[in-house]
């Protein structure tokens, strides 16, 4: 219902924005909002030569190839002016992010079929561990912890095993993973839900600690400050792992003084102390290596546990090939079987993430998240805020819709202000310290047809803020 209303808002808004845009010729045009390309120029209006003042005009006519480009400011991108049979056209710089249609376009080839293509193999791999006893053993050994956080969870469940999965996936940077086996998790769940179109505790909970977005090891982000020749790509690995950790804190108190969990059980505290201690292990591991040493063990730790995973189900399910048998089937059919139900939850989720993508593209689009953007950043910047921070806060306010705008905002940071710069290291924390909530919701939710998620997108939301001030707080303690 609130995810619902909160689409039709901004859809709506953008609409309203985009014909005030065209009737007042000041922002963009009808090509650039439907048909445009990222990357390409914007085109601000079209006019004949006489009308435009006689030193533009002359110059135009006398340029080479009939082009010419003018600086502005030093701020903004370049004007450009193209005559072509007495017509001039004026473009002023590129269009930040893909229009409407190419969103529909890149929303199936280069997310939802990728993404099919993630959940036909793990889910091939989950049927599997579950024909195997696998996740039963993991569900049995993790329930005396997860009868606490979600009560409403029947002990031995088999959504706790598939929960741990995706919590380890995303704890581990294995992005790949976390989404099939989340999704999963959200399926499982729901067999348990006595209202199927109304979000369970359980489920908000899960949702909550999902988007959180804890993670030991920020592949991507290394990865991306690498190639933006950082001088230690793994510096903020630190500020992203102190800030998500803030936040799945903060998620898990919300959301449990909210459904009244016991905070003062034994296991809870106890897992509590082993999860830092494990924390702090590792970073003073990692901390005390070279830099070449830092680079290579994140680098290369993710895919060996990805392999590992691999590896540890085909074995397990080799050695337990009687159990196969008994339900009369074989590891390979089983792994198809599993394969073909992750190719129908892709199908069954793709509308709802083309309704929210279409909307936060509408959004940028329309020029309105620029101008919000523009009037937080002005608002922080006469408040005293350092500019270094106030430039950063554009991958903040993208990274809860779309977090490939964000990634783009984050690159774009590093080459503008350089990777060692605090815009680019606190943008880096942003962009790791969250998940895309609104796609997540759209994602997770859509899998299993609930329309009434309750306090969950609003939950989700205070935590993204609780990590945008934490990550402000670490990043210029640490930098």
Known sequence: MVLSRFWLVIFISSIIFIVFSL???????????????????????????????????????????????????????????????????????????????????????????????????????????????????????????????????????????????????????????????GLKAMESLQEINPEKDKASDAQIMFMCLHASGLTLIATSIIGYRAAANASNPADVMLPCIITSFIGTIAAFLIVGIKQKINFK??????????????????????????????????ANLSALILIGIIAFTLIFSFINEKKFTEAST?????????????????????????????????FRNSGLFEIISNWIAFIFSNMGVSKGITDALPVALLRPFSSAGSRGFLIDSMNTFGPDSLTARLSSIFQCSAESTFYVIAVYFGSVNIKNTRYALGTMLIVDLICVITAIFVATWFF
């Open 330 to 362: 074989t590891v390979f059919e089983s792994f198809v079987v599993g394969a073909n139900n992750g190719v129908k939850t892709g199908v069954t989720i793709f509308p709802y993430v083309l309704g929210m993508l279409v909307a936060i593209s509408l």
């Open 265 to 298: 059980s034994a296991s809870l505290v106890i897992v509590l102390i082993t999860l830092i201690a494990a924390i702090v292990g590792l970073l003073m591991y990692v901390n005390h290596l070279d830099l070449i040493g830092k680079n290579y063990f994140t």
């Open 23 to 181: 009737f007042t010729a000041d922002t963009y045009t009808i090509d650039y909002v439907l048909n445009g390309k990222k990357d390409d120029p914007i085109l601000i209006s079209e006019k004949f030569a006489e009308q435009l003042p006689a030193f533009i005009k002359d110059s135009i006519k006398k340029a080479p190839e009939q082009t010419m480009i003018i600086n502005r400011d030093t701020l903004n991108a370049d004007t450009t002016y193209v005559y072509k049979n007495k017509t001039v056209k004026i473009y002023s710089g590129v269009q930040k992010s893909d229009g409407l249609l190419p969103t529909c376009k890149s929303t199936l080839l280069d997310l939802v079929l990728p993404l099919m293509a993630y959940l036909a193999f793990f889910c091939g791999l989950m049927e599997l561990l579950i024909i195997s006893g696998a996740s039963g053993k993991l569900a049995k050994a993790l329930s005396p912890v997860f009868v606490k956080v979600f009560p409403s969870i029947p002990k031995n469940h088999p959504s706790i095993s598939y929960m741990t999965l995706n919590f380890a996936a995303n704890f581990l940077g294995l992005d790949s993973a976390a989404t099939p086996f």
